[in-house]
């Protein structure tokens, strides 16, 4: 996909109506006031030197850094915002122990990246950011919006 299609989807996407349940069609998933959507990855690295992996993570980088700019022209400045492993604490309530659990997509993304670029508009929060499991697993270039707060 190239950053026209990207901005395309995420213009579709802030405008979108939020499911009452959670669905997943191909390459996005939405639920209650949520949308999460993969722009791009990469393939695993369970069978690479390290090369591979290298090269992908700076294709996928400058995508990103692209992205960012794109919206920056258009939203303004974004806010950078750090995720702790956000496994914890909404009001959604039901976490393990009596404690809360995160919303989504926060609480996917909390568990794959460490930080993302956010926009606020309108009542809705859009997210951009790289995403990775571990280091066999993809890098996914990932689009959020969502009406829940980061937590």
């Known amino acids: 996909m190239t950053t026209a299609a990207h901005l395309d989807l995420i213009d579709r996407l ?3 109506g939020f499911p009452d ?3 997943r069609l191909g390459r996005h998933s939405s639920g209650p006031g949520h949308h999460l959507a993969l722009l791009d990855g990469t393939e695993d690295f369970w069978e690479d030197d390290g090369s591979r992996r290298a090269e992908e993570a700076e294709r996928i980088g400058a995508d990103y850094g692209v992205l960012v700019q794109a919206l920056t022209r258009r939203r303004g400045a974004p806010q950078i915002f750090t995720l702790s492993s956000s496994g ?3 009001a959604h309530g039901g976490g393990a122990g009596g404690e809360a659990r995160t919303a989504q997509p926060w609480e996917e993304l909390g568990a794959t990246t460490d930080h993302v670029h956010l926009w606020r508009i ?3 929060w859009l997210v951009v950011c790289v995403a990775r499991g ?3 697993d993809p890098y996914l270039l990932m ?4 009406v829940a707060d980061p937590p």
Do not use: C, F, N
């Open 14 to 16: 802030l405008v979108q």
């Open 143 to 146: 689009a959020a919006v969502t």
């Open 122 to 124: 309108e009542e809705r």
């Open 134 to 136: 571990g280091a066999e």
């Open 88 to 90: 914890g604490s909404d």
């Open 21 to 23: 349940r959670p669905v």
